[in-house]
């Protein structure tokens, strides 16, 4: 019977890390640095037309308070976009807020070591969007991750259909208007 008991446990623990939202607050540090966008999926209604396909590593910044702020570029339209995103914390672990409360995005950690979600519900032209994206310290796709993210996927009611790979670039530099 003791046998039985250690392997049991270890599978509970790993079904409750591997759920969302994260059980205890994430730290700002944690998360801190640079991040490499591994997969996206969005909403089967987004157009295919205004998804990203090329990316760059995303920039985590530890504000004041527990605020992130983060920052990247991306290329859309075949056109260098760069986005800043100040986000604070709701009080639900994982749970931030951005643009005045209108999106709400979660932060969740894998159960694979280094790799996180990155999942933002919102409105866009009056239409509810949702959006995750696997995220790790270096721009190789792990295989483990990838899953994991396909698995949070169908859990949102997101279509596997959806996930595509993005390009990674360094960065790109914003055209001005």
Same mark, same amino acid.
């Given at each position: ?57 995303v920039t ?8 992130? +702020?983060?920052?990247?570029? *991306?290329? !859309?339209? #075949? ?10 914390? %709701?009080? /639900? ?50 295989? +483990?991750?990838?899953?994991? *993210?396909? !698995?949070? #996927? ?10 595509? %790979?993005? /390009?990674?670039t360094e ?7």
């Amino acid at each position: 019977m003791k046998a039985l008991l250690l392997p049991i446990a270890l599978s509970l623990l790993a079904a409750l890390r591997a759920q969302d939202p994260p059980s205890c607050p994430l730290e700002p540090q944690k998360i801190a640095g640079t991040w490499y966008v591994k997969a996206i999926v969005t909403d089967g209604d987004l157009p295919k037309e205004t998804r990203s396909r090329k990316v760059s590593p995303v920039t985590v910044t530890a504000l004041g308070g527990g605020d992130l +702020e983060l920052r990247f570029t *991306f290329w !859309k339209e #075949a056109r260098c976009h760069e986005k800043t995103a100040r986000m604070q914390p %709701t009080g /639900e672990p994982g749970k931030y807020s951005s643009n005045g409360g209108k999106k709400h995005v979660y932060i969740l950690e894998l159960p694979v070591e280094g790799h996180y979600v990155l999942y933002c519900e919102g409105q866009r032209q009056g239409k509810s969007v949702r959006v995750g994206k696997l995220i790790g310290r270096n721009p190789d796709v792990n295989p +483990e991750a990838l899953e994991a *993210f396909k !698995k949070f #996927a169908q859990r949102k009611g997101l279509s596997l259909e959806d996930i595509f %790979t993005p /390009e990674q670039t360094e960065s790109c530099k914003p055209e001005s208007d």
